[in-house]
């Protein structure tokens, strides 16, 4: 038996369900080999594709995959590593400081292009495409950065940010976005509050997650349930209390 | 257990492997203990609580009240039941006690024959326990938020204080004077910390979102200012440049061996840094509920395997491994806000004190005994009166057997 090499901790793993009240719940999300990966893509089957036209490529929130997997620390550092690879765009959306946008780089790059047919401004956006270095970790771009090293002009600038790639963030820095996402972030923000009162308003402030999916949702829900409790979950506006019958979300009053 | 027990005895383990696993397994199993309580004084909420270094026999605790009590740890009752009893207390009858809150509450680190304590009355006294009468007294233009004093200093004895002005002051234990002043921050100082590993090394907190490390040794400014982004300026608004929470930063602490700095800010986020290159790790510990206006006393586990950090959250504890940042456990009991945690290195136990004027001791839980043991112990009940520890019984025998 080699145990010369193994942490204390991984002794106290089991030893801690012992001492521990049991876990009961069937909430076991798996402690097999966190495939970070295939978790985006389950989540962005969830995305609703057919509310925008097809206009927009399917964005994750970056929380919404903390309330999948237990380990914060290792979701944010598999990002990392995928967003390193080039595989992944990450976008500061706006409404939260924390709250980013995930998408594959791939599906922006065509979307985007996709939007831009027929357009005058497509020849920038291509070319801007093309500049944006592979592995983008940057979320905004300066003034001074945008003019030396991509060497773009202030009306070739302009005509970015009209066709929606690039946002305002203040006076000389622009962030990185996604034509077309308004309407994204006001249907997001309108579901998580209508989500977040279905749940105020149960018996207790509390309801059990597998009820709120079935709920029928409102007009002002236009996304998927799943896709909005994902987000509350992981976001910490809800506590999810492991109980006898499943997962029982309660509201967190402050 | 009986797996490091044995690798201990054959030499293949470090005799420290066998001392962590054991601390840690006791940390995993706090809970409170109907035994164990500790003497209600407090009239009002406790808002800090300081056991020395020296023994880990007694512990200081400062009121909203202006109270002061010290209190006994030990138990020496051989009996399991113990209340931890108030030794002495500086009350409100006495002359030089402070006139609103206690704030922060220091043994001085060497013996407990002097202690500091500073309070919104915006005094700092240097208290001497024998005579409960305070041997300084520093005044202070604002209401002083926190004190701290090196515990392995040698070669000063500096208090840093941190009121509602943006500087620093050091006073000198020695001389009295406080005319050493570090200036860098813009608004209020919520928390000053000596650092456990070099005795010039100072980490201060304030309102203005920032976190600032000092050599007092140095003439000019701070040494470096944490920063969240780790100097990514993509990420940040252009405006929030080099702060290490997106609100007031109301809570520091070094890990036992000040290699790694936690914050804990407004936010409700803690961020756990490298305290040599000031690098944010990135451990991501989710929402850590913080509404304090005041300093957050949180604390570190000291000689575990994973580090432990306990932090008050609202009327609870919560308990964070502190590389991996997930929620071990959260402590319940208190029936208000927490204010204040201390850990106890040598028994693994964790104090805790909060609005509800409570001291709650949290105790590793006691081991379920074995089968044998049981029958052994109904045998032997039915001969003593009293339940004795079996730590204290003779277990001595003249015949082999």
Not at chain 1, 47 to 69: A, E, W
Not at chain 1, 99 to 105: K, P, T, Y
Not at chain 1, 156 to 185: H, M, Y
Not at chain 2, 323 to 337: A, D, I, P, W
Request: aromatic share 8%; net charge neutral.
């Amino acid at each position: 038996m080699n145990r010369k090499r193994a942490l204390i901790s991984d002794a106290f793993k089991v030893k801690r369900f012992r001492n521990e009240t049991q876990k009961f719940g069937a909430v076991s999300k798996g402690d097999g080999p966190t495939d970070i990966r295939s978790t985006l893509e389950t989540l962005m089957t969830l995305f609703p594709r057919k509310l925008f036209n097809d206009s927009l490529p399917q964005i994750v929130m970056k929380h919404q995959l903390y309330s999948i997997h237990n380990d914060k620390t290792l979701v944010d550092k598999e990002l990392n590593k995928l967003r390193e690879q080039g595989e992944l765009l990450m976008f500061q959306l706006g409404f939260d400081a924390d709250a980013f946008g995930l998408v594959f780089s791939s599906d922006y790059k065509a979307k985007v292009l996709a939007g831009e047919d027929g357009r005058a401004t497509r020849a920038t956006v291509e070319k801007f495409l093309e500049k944006l270095p592979s592995p983008c970790t940057e979320l905004s771009f300066s003034k001074d950065k945008m003019l030396k090293e991509f060497r773009f002009t202030d009306s070739e600038i302009t005509q970015l940010v009209k066709s929606g790639v690039l946002t305002v963030r203040d006076a000389g820095s622009w962030w990185l976005s996604i034509p077309n996402s308004g309407k994204f972030t006001k249907y997001f923000i309108q579901g998580r509050k209508a989500v977040l009162n279905m749940v105020k308003k149960s018996k207790y402030s509390e309801v059990l997650k597998t009820e709120l999916e079935e709920r029928r949702t409102t007009s002002h829900v236009k996304f998927q349930m799943k896709y909005h409790i994902h987000d509350i979950v992981g976001a910490e506006l809800v506590e999810s209390i492991p109980t006898t019958s499943g997962t029982l979300l309660r509201c967190v009053d402050s | 257990m009986l797996g490091f027990l044995t690798a201990r005895q054959a030499g293949v383990d470090d005799p420290l492997r066998l001392r962590r696993a054991e601390s840690t397994r006791r940390v995993l199993s706090l809970k409170l203990n109907p035994d164990r309580d500790v003497d209600r004084i407090h009239g009002n909420g406790i808002n800090t609580i300081d056991i020395e270094a020296v023994e880990g026999r007694y512990m200081l605790s400062g009121g909203a009240d202006g109270v002061i009590v010290i209190y006994d740890l030990e138990n020496y009752s051989r009996k399991l039941q113990y209340t931890c009893k108030a030794v002495c207390t500086v009350g409100r009858s006495s002359r030089y006690v402070h006139k609103f809150s206690v704030e922060t509450v220091q043994w001085y680190p060497y013996d407990t024959g002097m202690f500091v304590s500073s309070s919104f009355d915006k005094t700092m006294k240097v208290w001497d326990t024998e005579t409960l009468k305070p041997a300084e007294v520093f005044e202070f233009e604002g209401n002083v938020y926190s004190h701290h004093l090196s515990p392995i200093a040698r070669k000063h004895s500096l208090i840093a204080v941190g009121t509602t002005d943006p500087k620093i002051q050091l006073c000198d234990l020695k001389s009295g004077s406080r005319i050493h002043v570090l200036q860098g921050h813009r608004a209020e100082i919520l928390s000053v910390r000596w650092s456990p590993r070099y005795d010039h090394i100072l980490a201060t907190a304030s309102a203005d979102s920032k976190v600032k490390v000092w050599d007092v040794r140095r003439a000019s400014g701070s040494l470096f200012t944490l920063d969240q982004h780790n100097g990514d300026k993509s990420k940040a608004s252009s405006e929030a440049v080099n702060m290490a929470h997106n609100g007031r930063v109301n809570g520091l602490c070094f890990t036992a061996d000040g290699l790694y700095l936690l914050t804990t800010g407004t936010d409700d986020r803690m961020r756990l840094w490298n305290s040599a290159t000031g690098e944010n790790t990135l451990v991501n510990y989710g929402k850590v509920c913080n509404e304090s206006r005041k300093r957050l006393q949180f604390t570190v586990s000291r000689g575990c395997s994973p580090e432990f950090v306990f932090v008050p959250c609202g009327s609870s504890v919560a308990v964070y491994a502190l590389h991996t940042g997930e929620l071990v456990t959260m402590l319940r009991g208190h029936y208000n806000n927490v204010d204040c945690c201390e850990f106890h290195p040598d028994y693994q136990e964790l104090y805790t004190g909060g609005k509800d004027c409570n001291i709650l001791a949290w105790v590793p839980a006691p081991r379920a005994p074995d089968v044998e043991e049981e029958s052994k112990s109904a045998n032997q009940a039915a001969a003593d009166l009293s339940s004795v520890n079996p730590a204290f019984q003779d277990a001595w025998s003249s015949d082999e057997d």
